[in-house]
């Protein structure tokens, strides 16, 4: 079946610095989300990308959807503390099904 | 006007038991999924359901069911609980059609003992 593998596992970031993570799929993806899920808490739709070579920017989000729909991106400039928590992607198939990657877990060191 | 609502939000259970989950979507949404989240880990699909037929199963074993009501509300039920059922149950809803990701409820912790 469909995987979706995310790196880095962890990311430890000074609060201030920019970073990046990324999703990777080994088949064409129709369609890639992406949710924040809090410590203690579930998963909050972030976005969704659709095209290929799909760039989108939320505040200090950027997301990308690579030019064969194989692969994704989240990049967060100027890390706050209220950055914390586990990035996820998840590949939506027919149905409605999502596939999410195991997570991408955000500390932020003040 | 209310998100998706689930209950109860913690339940503890002894091995062999039997367990019942219940969802309520947000108003207007016909559509929802269950999905498993074993800590440390992304949710897992179980089920989706829509217009109440199932229209979607994950890799769960049979002792996995679910059902959808005529007011769009859902309940899972799983039997012959085993410890590794031991997972926090996410119930999502989304608009029929819609371009927008899932709207996730804030789960139901099950503790199998």
């Known amino acids: 079946g469909q995987q979706v593998m995310q790196i880095p596992q962890y990311q430890h970031v000074q609060e201030g610095e920019d970073f990046t993570t990324y999703c990777n799929s080994s088949t064409t993806l129709s369609n890639i989300q992406w949710y924040k899920q809090r410590p203690g808490g579930h998963p909050v739709f972030l976005i969704q990308?659709?095209?290929?070579?799909e760039v989108k920017k939320q505040k200090r989000l950027t997301f990308q959807f690579g030019e064969a729909k194989k692969n994704s991106s989240l990049h967060i400039t100027a890390t706050q503390t209220t950055d914390v928590g586990t990035y996820f992607c998840a590949a939506r198939a027919a149905g409605n099904k999502l596939t999410f990657g195991g997570g991408t877990r955000v500390l932020v060191k003040p | 006007d209310a998100g998706v609502t689930q209950s109860p939000t913690h339940l503890i259970k002894t091995r062999g038991q039997h367990v019942t989950l219940r969802c309520s979507p947000i108003s207007g949404h016909k559509s929802v999924s269950w999905y498993q989240q074993v800590l440390g880990q992304g949710p897992q699909f179980i089920f989706q359901y829509y217009e109440k037929e199932e229209r979607g199963r994950g890799n769960f074993p049979d002792r996995f069911s679910a059902r959808q009501f005529p007011n769009y509300s859902s309940e899972l039920n799983v039997n012959a609980l085993l410890l590794g059922d031991s997972a926090l149950y996410l119930c999502?809803?989304?608009?029929?059609?819609?371009?927008?990701?899932?709207?996730f409820g804030s789960g139901t912790r099950l503790t199998v003992v």
């Open positions: 999502a809803s989304i608009e029929t059609g819609g371009s927008y990701g899932y709207t």
């Open positions: 990308l659709v095209k290929s070579g």
